[in-house]
């Protein structure tokens, strides 16, 4: 599919159908737990498909999960039966340990089990896109020396963190590429910590390493959609665009109306329903009325795609899910 073309035919489409990064509630439909799922490559595809035959989703999007990538750099990951999974402690604390750290094979740890899932997820799925989802490379660099650590290494030792970058952004080029040879039609490239950047830590250290990226996997049939969360997206929007990813997936911490002015009209811009207070912990009334409010101050523009602000969480209703479909299919009726 030439992803170039597809995303302009969404731009010009009057009934644009949402986006949402949907994928954990599907261990609803197969009666499984969120350990079963990243554990088993047969079982993610099949909740994809599920997903998508539940749904009029514009494309299928694989499941946000920050810690696979940590994992394969030897990261200690927390699990559980109803929770994403998440990173547990640093495993870069020194320079030294910075220079010795080895960038990992792309089908370490459970890597593997999850371009496997997107191959077979692609074999089931012929009537959308299918998008896996892979970290960013601040993110990634963050879940191996710390959070809070990174923050301060942008101050500290900048040099020890751009040691890490650089093979964050190694592996993620090599992991991205093994993507699109199973079949993908792009990747979620998922960078929220750069949110809490200011506007010049994010373009030292985020952007350019996205634009690398970019630059290395993204082509006509691959396209990459940048996600961040944060709430100062609005004012690093200019760093975040020289990525040239091919769309932009924003949170719920800003407004998309802000997002929106600031950002040029063929760029596909997709957001931001709150995937805690209105997905999981909405009524179907509630997040009827927040989508629709959405779509009444955004809809009005050709590059704008409805979608959560995050990924959606496993034990969410899918009486809310379908309620936020049947509002952007009601609004998109007139």
Known sequence: MNMYK????????????????????????????????ISDADYQARGMKLVADATESLASVSLMDLSVEAECFGSTIKVSDDEVPTVVGAIVTTPEEAEALVVPSVRSARAGIYLDAIAKARELIHDRPVLAGVIGPFSLAGRLVDVTEAMILCFEDPDMLKVVLDKCTEFLIAYITEYKKTGADGVVIAE?????????????????????????????????VYHNCGNGVVRMIDSILSTGCKAYHFGN??????????????????????????????????????????????????????????????????????????????YYKY
Request: aromatic share 8%.
């Open 6 to 37: 597809w995303l302009e035919s969404v731009k010009a489409d009057p009934k644009k159908k949402p986006m949402p990064v949907l994928s954990y509630p599907g261990i609803q439909l197969m009666g499984i737990t969120v350990k079963d799922l």
């Open 192 to 224: 929220p910590l750069a949110g809490m950047l200011s506007p010049d830590l994010a373009a030292e250290f985020s952007c350019p390493y996205v634009e690398k990226i970019v630059r290395a996997c993204q082509s006509e049939d691959f396209i990459i």
């Open 253 to 330: 911490a800003i407004d998309m109306r802000d997002i929106l002015k600031a950002v040029p009209s063929d760029v596909v811009v997709m957001g931001n329903i709150d995937p805690a207070g209105q997905f999981l912990g909405g009524t179907e009334e509630s997040i009827y009325k927040e989508t629709t409010a959405l779509l009444n101050d955004c809809g009005k523009y050709p590059n704008f795609i409805l979608s959560s602000g995050c990924d959606i969480p496993p034990l969410t209703p899918w009486k809310n899910i379908q309620a936020f479909f049947r509002a952007a299919k009601d």
